[in-house]
């Protein structure tokens, strides 16, 4: 017999979740019209003045951005739970903890990078500087990834439970106040002219410590949802 | 000797010694938090001197301060008993960790109301993004966070650890949103309020805080014992030490 | 622990228990599993059946007693991979095709020697469905999908919860064919099973389980 190594069972674990998504592509698109429309609202509700729209424009797009991502996180384990092959990952020989932060990269691949595709557009929506877009871009790169990682490990705690999608948000929320904080904080420092390095590091440094930490969070919660 | 505390510690951690152990404590506990609340109102809305900045408005304090007090420590005890539940499966740790969240929540609330309420006559509003005010709002998220994960489990002990997990995640989390708000406020400019300025508190103020802080102490065993004797008869529910006390009861 | 006899038992379960809400689900049990050996496991419905199949998985804490495995006391990162779970929920992904979910099976672990996705679907009587989504299948195509990965994983235990389920006469007979070549084989499987079942190499195994 044969084992498969590491990085060839993280391969199948990426293509696998890919697949997926890519089999139900009208699901990619959700998250992405939301973003849309939510952000078209907020010209009718606060009226079209440029300078109104673009003070607003980068913590109206990270919010918009964290909903959309909060609205489809609900959705990362579900159907896995459901049809049992959550239990075949759990049982298989093979990290479980790598395994979650494999599919974690996927979903993040389906449902944010999508997101941070069209944040220009959404950014253009309201009249955010062009010389900003670029920070965004870059704090919503650090941003997302952070979201996905702490919304798997809660995602994960709550795969044993009748769903609720509301408790997720009630548990995820306040989790990410520092990553809305700092993104939303360079963003506001480049609009104004100021140094935006420092807050982008902070992004930067909880990411590294996330993607460390989060997977293994990730695991030992799905394994606690699954022992009942 | 040395093995003693260890040794008592795991007998007290079985359901039934605990029970009878928390039954024979409340009613003390209980009464001295009644006995050092009175004697710490009494200090603080009598026999303290107003203060010559905020006049009476100040004694607000004496409720506020030690509530603020709780909420911290009863999340810290939360979020130990939390650990010992994860990583022993002790079924006290889990029980005391769960029982906890309420009152944590409940305390969490009674400081933000009453810091709003002082926050009014004092910096004219009832709300500012101040790093302490909003770290202790996502406390009370937090707290409800627990709660409500702990209660969409069908299997409560299983419940209990999956929520006993968001509660290790939410220690992370405190201290970091406590810092992130604290740079936001510097970038925006915000009314920075010093909640606390460098004067000394005066022993005619301090001691009734001090009080207040023991009574709350107290207020928190009591309640913790009385809910967790009820939590811990409901999970061992079949068990022959449970019986005995309901044939017990049924005598009487 | 000091074991007398020459050939330690592949898996052994003493007094074995598992709680919930502090209730025992089912009375301890004892057994031993030696490699070529067959048991099935007989109990009434809600007796446990399945809760005991997800103890011995691993999918679950053992609540009381003791579970060993080939000597040693069972390990999660001991046996995985050794022990192969069929349960009621077949773990198959209903997007995708029997071909795609096998490849993901045995890119997590790993070939049993000399098995081609193909000749195994050909064999479990899935030719010409290989690469139709899953979804579009019978329920009894699906569990033969299931099936297949007895034939492409390797492993020495298998776990099988209720393999008769939903299958033809046909089926059942392709059940039982796997298990005979995995016994002969030197490996060892615990079956659960509401129906009689009829084995060419003789009588299995009982244990039986009470609530």
């Known amino acids: 017999m044969t084992r498969p190594g590491l990085a060839a069972a993280c391969a199948a674990m990426l293509r696998r979740d890919l697949t997926l998504a890519w089999r139900r592509r009208g699901d990619i698109a959700m998250p992405v019209l939301y973003a849309l429309i939510v952000t078209m609202l907020f010209p009718f509700a606060l009226g079209p003045e440029d300078t109104l729209l673009q003070r607003i424009a980068g913590g109206v797009i990270l919010v918009t951005v964290l909903l959309a991502m909060l609205l489809a996180l609900d959705g990362m384990f579900s159907s896995d739970v459901e049809d049992g092959s959550l239990e075949q990952l759990v049982l298989a020989p093979q990290p479980l903890a790598l395994m979650m932060g494999m599919k974690i990269l996927a979903h993040w691949m389906t449902t944010a990078l999508p997101l941070i595709v069209i944040a220009p557009l959404l950014a253009a929506m309201l009249h955010l500087p062009a010389a900003v877009i670029p920070v965004l871009l870059l704090a919503l790169l650090l941003a997302t990834p952070l979201l996905s990682l702490l919304g798997a490990v809660l995602v994960a705690l709550t795969a044993g439970t009748r769903r609720s999608g509301m408790l997720l948000a009630l548990m995820l929320l306040p989790l990410c106040v520092p990553a809305v904080i700092f993104a939303a904080g360079a963003v506001a420092a480049a609009q104004q002219g100021l140094p935006w390095i420092a807050p982008v590091a902070w992004l930067g440094a909880a990411l590294v410590l996330a993607v460390v930490l989060a997977p293994l969070a990730c695991a030992a919660a799905l394994r606690i949802a699954l022992d009942a | ?252 | 622990m000091i074991s007398t006899t020459l050939t330690v038992p592949l898996l052994e379960a003493r007094a074995l228990s598992f709680l919930r809400q502090d209730e025992p689900v089912f009375a301890p049990i004892d057994f031993q599993l030696d490699a070529g050996e067959l048991a099935l496991i007989e109990g009434d419905n809600g007796s446990g059946k399945t809760t005991l199949m997800r103890i011995l998985a691993g999918l679950l804490h053992v609540g009381a007693g003791e579970l060993f495995w080939r000597g040693e006391p069972m390990q999660r990162d001991r046996c995985t991979g050794e022990i192969l779970f069929l349960g009621h929920q077949l773990g198959l992904k209903a997007d995708l095709s029997p071909r795609e979910n096998l490849l993901i099976a045995a890119g997590l672990n790993g070939y049993r020697e000399g098995s081609s996705i193909t000749s195994i679907l050909a064999e479990i009587g899935l030719g010409g469905f290989e690469d139709e989504p899953v979804r579009r299948l019978s329920a009894g195509q699906k569990k033969r999908v299931a099936l297949a990965r007895l034939l492409l994983l390797p492993a020495s235990l298998w776990l099988l919860d209720e393999p008769y389920a939903n299958l033809d006469r046909i089926g059942i007979a392709l059940v039982n064919h796997l298990l005979e070549k995995h016994l002969a084989a030197g490996g060892a499987a615990l079956v659960t099973s509401h129906g009689a079942v009829s084995f060419h190499g003789g009588e299995p195994r009982h244990i039986r389980i009470h609530a």
Not at chain 2, 50 to 69: K, L, S, T
Not at chain 2, 100 to 113: D, Q, R
Not at chain 2, 146 to 165: N, P, T
């Open chain 2, 1 to 252: 000797m040395s093995n003693w505390i260890p040794l008592w510690l795991h007998k007290l951690s079985s359901p039934p010694t605990f029970y009878r152990f928390a039954g024979t404590l409340r009613p003390w506990a209980m009464a001295l938090a009644v006995l050092f609340g009175v004697i710490a109102l009494y200090g603080g809305l009598v026999l303290a001197p107003a203060d010559y900045q905020q006049g009476d408005a100040y004694r607000i304090i004496f409720i506020h301060v030690p509530c603020a007090w709780m909420s911290m420590f009863v999340y810290a005890v939360m979020g130990v008993s939390s650990l010992i539940a994860l990583v022993w499966r002790i079924k006290l740790a889990e029980v005391v960790a769960m029982e906890s969240a309420p009152i944590g929540a409940a305390f969490t609330f009674i400081t933000l109301v009453t810091g709003s309420l002082w926050g009014k006559p004092m910096w004219g509003t009832w709300w500012t993004w101040d790093a302490r005010l909003t770290s202790e709002l996502v406390l009370l998220f937090l707290y409800l966070g627990v709660i409500g994960l702990y209660h969409s489990f069908e299997d409560r002990r299983q419940g209990a650890r999956a929520a006993a997990f968001l509660a290790l995640i939410g220690i992370i989390n405190v201290p970091i949103v406590h810092f992130s708000v604290n740079w936001w406020n510097t970038l925006h400019q915000g009314s920075t309020v010093k909640l606390f300025g460098p004067s000394k508190i005066a022993w005619g103020m301090l001691w009734p805080l001090l009080a207040m802080t023991l009574a709350t102490k107290f207020y928190y065993i009591a309640s913790l014992f009385h809910r967790a004797r009820v939590d811990l008869l409901a999970l061992e529910g079949g068990k022959d030490w449970v019986r005995q006390i309901a044939e017990d009861e049924a005598r009487k």
